[in-house]
């Protein structure tokens, strides 16, 4: 048995790493993106297209659109993690 010297606080709350959250969340974004960029070389994929048109306005399965959509999805995934970790740490921890 645990001594209560050796149990966890629950008090303390846990607080997410915002350049860690924004960078994993900057990454999976641009996988995303590549993935629909493939998905677009395949006929018949239209809801990719409109997901590549979020990011750039050159042709779906060209290689600008590959480059800038990767480019500016990392941005963006970045963007929204790090805002996600920064209102999730400054929200209080619920009573238990």
């Given at each position: 048995m645990m001594s209560s010297a050796m149990q966890p606080d629950r008090s303390t709350t846990h607080h997410l790493g915002v350049a860690r959250i924004a960078v994993t969340t900057g990454l999976a974004a641009?996988?995303?993106?590549?993935?629909?960029w493939l998905g677009a070389l395949v006929p018949l994929a239209g809801p990719t297209h409109a997901y590549i048109?979020?990011?750039?306005?050159?042709p779906a399965n060209?290689?600008?659109?590959?480059?800038?959509?990767?480019c500016w999805s990392l941005f963006f995934g970045g963007l929204s993690g790090g805002i996600f970790a920064a209102i999730y740490n400054a929200l209080p921890a619920p009573r238990v």
């Amino acid at each position: 048995m645990m001594s209560s010297a050796m149990q966890p606080d629950r008090s303390t709350t846990h607080h997410l790493g915002v350049a860690r959250i924004a960078v994993t969340t900057g990454l999976a974004a641009v996988l995303v993106f590549v993935l629909c960029w493939l998905g677009a070389l395949v006929p018949l994929a239209g809801p990719t297209h409109a997901y590549i048109g979020l990011f750039t306005a050159a042709p779906a399965n060209s290689f600008v659109a590959l480059a800038q959509g990767s480019c500016w999805s990392l941005f963006f995934g970045g963007l929204s993690g790090g805002i996600f970790a920064a209102i999730y740490n400054a929200l209080p921890a619920p009573r238990v």
